[in-house]
């Protein structure tokens, strides 16, 4: 049986609603796995979230406008969150972004063509014993120097490659 | 990731469970009074009495009580939370289990950020080893009608979550906006429910205090801030990391076990703490002098004050969270401020004007971002005069 995209976000969500509760205080953990499997919350998934919470589709927008973890906008496969904090700053960050800018070819705050990755500044991190730091997806960076940017996006293109790799075999 | 334990003593040497033990052979009261005893107050910088906090929270009414850990360590240049919650996760878990033991808790949740993601299956696999040892679950210890457990949620990257009551927002499924206190958490805080917050290292020294008793703990630091305290130590020094010192330290102290001296500001209490300049260095860390949550971040000889404070200014104008109209308008403000600043083109009358906004954000904004997030400015103009006024745009 052939199941479309939005049936299989619905079941997703619904799941999820099961497993964290048909109440308010789900809302967060709904949203943070949609966000996690889908790498943004759709106007269809914030529908289906209110319908299943009994609460209004602007409330699940809110509620995900306010956080930045959070998106509406399709975002790339690979977050990159580079701290800009003073910490950070006095480590050496602003050379970091400008080579990671020059590697990927697009600025702070959007995403390359190829949907790979999205470039983004992040408030401490956390790390600032060991900066300048960096997040990608869950996965963190520290004492990260120009030289090592392209490592690091080589090691997330291996991984892309690996997982489609994998998906397909898998669908064979 | 770098291991402290050599830096973190008490941590390293206390046995949890020995903590949590000698709490379930006492009384309820008498934890409660064992904590009163010690003085020890909250560690995540606001530094109110936890076991004032405690004591509201078991006298209110109410069938269910929750007990919830505060991880939401946002404040730039604090990162104690996270190697406490790495390395010592049994110390934090035993003791929000004392603390709903004492307060009579059912539940408790660890509100971890969701910069910190990467730790969650660690401190899952740590949560899942206590409820095999019944160290969770029914009968904690064998205790009858004692059932507690503990459920991890994630942050979704915002700062303002780090207060109380937004953290709750947040848990509850709301927008993190702080709300109007009273009512506070201990009797109306998360679904209504009496609510004890705490953060992580205050919960580890709760352990800590029950293991080796609050005598030990009350004998270390000044009169008006007891024991121990957990520094994160970043910037211009030579060897960053987490730290264990006596509450009272001096700044000049502190700058000498870390291999700073030499510095010309350190900035203590993180963005929203203050900036305390190389003549005020020996003033002490403390709740009655300079408050902190542990950030310190240290500033050499080199560093321009002025790319300091807007670094503060640009991190407090995106996380306010916009609620409340000075702390919404003021941050966009004093930061449009020290652009000007940094053009050169500031008059003295506009910046007294500017630090008057300021003071009025301190009294006027709802919660704690937007009443400290002027001190950085604030202190960094009154000690730094010279450094930031009538500047030529090509010195920037």
């Given amino acids: 049986m052939l199941v479309t995209d939005s049936e299989q976000l619905r079941d997703f969500i619904r799941a999820k609603a099961d497993l964290y509760g048909r109440d308010r205080s789900g809302l967060m953990p709904i949203l943070q796995a949609v966000q996690e499997r889908y790498s943004r919350i759709t106007d269809l998934a914030m529908q289906e979230i209110a319908d299943l919470l009994d609460i209004h589709p602007v409330e699940v927008y ?44 697009v600025p702070f705050g959007e995403t390359t063509d190829d949907g790979l990755f999205t470039l983004e500044w992040a408030n401490c991190l956390g790390m600032c014993d060991q900066g300048p730091a960096m997040l990608v997806n869950d996965q963190v960076f520290t004492r990260v120097t120009p030289e090592k940017v392209q490592d690091i996006l080589e090691g997330c293109r291996k991984t892309f490659v690996a997982h489609v790799s994998q998906h397909r075999e898998e669908h064979a | 990731m770098i291991s402290y334990d050599d830096h973190l003593m008490t941590f390293t040497s206390v046995d949890a469970d020995a903590g949590l033990k000698a709490a379930l052979g006492k009384k309820r009261a008498e934890v409660l009074s064992e904590v009163e005893h010690s003085g020890l107050k909250g560690r995540g910088g606001a530094g109110f009495p936890t076991s004032m906090k405690w004591n509201l929270c078991a006298a209110a009414t109410g069938a269910e009580k929750f007990v919830v850990c505060n991880a939401d360590e946002g404040e730039p240049g604090t990162f104690k939370d996270r190697v406490i919650l790495a390395d010592y996760p049994d110390l934090v878990f035993a003791g929000m289990t004392a603390a709903a033991y004492a307060i009579g808790a059912i539940k408790g949740i660890l509100y971890l950020r969701g ?21 969770l679950g029914e009968k904690i210890g064998g205790k009858d009608g004692f059932d507690f457990d503990i459920e991890i949620r994630m942050g979704s990257g915002a700062y303002v979550c780090g207060e109380e009551t937004a953290l709750i927002e947040s848990l509850e499924g709301y927008r993190g906006e702080p709300r109007n206190r009273p009512p506070f958490p201990v009797d109306t805080g998360f679904q209504s429910r009496p609510t ?113 404070a807007e670094n503060f200014m640009e991190f407090f104008a995106e996380e306010s969270c916009g609620q409340c109209t000075p702390c919404r308008e003021g941050n966009e403000k004093l930061l449009e401020g020290i652009e000007l600043l940094k053009a050169g083109c500031c008059s003295m009358k506009y910046l007294r004007e500017l630090c008057a906004l300021g003071e009025t954000m301190q009294l006027a904004s709802k919660c704690g971002l937007g009443q400290s997030s002027p001190n950085a400015f604030l202190s960094i103009v009154e000690n730094f005069k010279d450094e930031i006024l009538g500047r030529t745009p090509e010195t920037v």
């Fill in chain 1, 62 to 105: 809110g509620v995900v406008s306010f956080y930045s973890f959070l998106d509406c906008e399709p975002k790339g496969r690979f977050i990159i969150r580079l701290c800009r904090t003073i910490s950070c700053e006095m480590l050496g960050k602003e050379r970091v972004a400008r080579q990671i800018e020059n590697d990927l070819g």
């Fill in chain 2, 115 to 135: 910069e910190y993601a990467y730790l969650r299956k660690h401190l899952e696999g740590v949560l899942a080893r206590r409820r095999e040892a019944n160290l």
């Fill in chain 2, 196 to 308: 004890t917050v705490n953060n992580v290292e205050t919960l580890a020294w709760v352990t800590c205090i029950l293991a080796k008793g609050a005598a030990w703990f009350q004998s270390i630091g000044t009169e008006k801030s007891k024991g121990l305290k957990i520094f994160s130590i970043s910037g211009d020094v030579e060897t960053p990391g987490v730290y264990e010192f006596p509450m009272g330290i001096t700044v000049a102290e502190l700058l000498e076990k870390v291999g700073g001296t030499g510095a010309k500001a350190v900035q203590i209490g993180g963005a929203s703490g203050h900036c305390i300049p190389a003549s005020q260095f020996d003033r002490a860390i403390a709740f009655e002098d300079v408050p902190t949550g542990g950030s310190i971040i240290v500033f050499g000889p080199e560093r321009d004050m002025l790319a300091v």
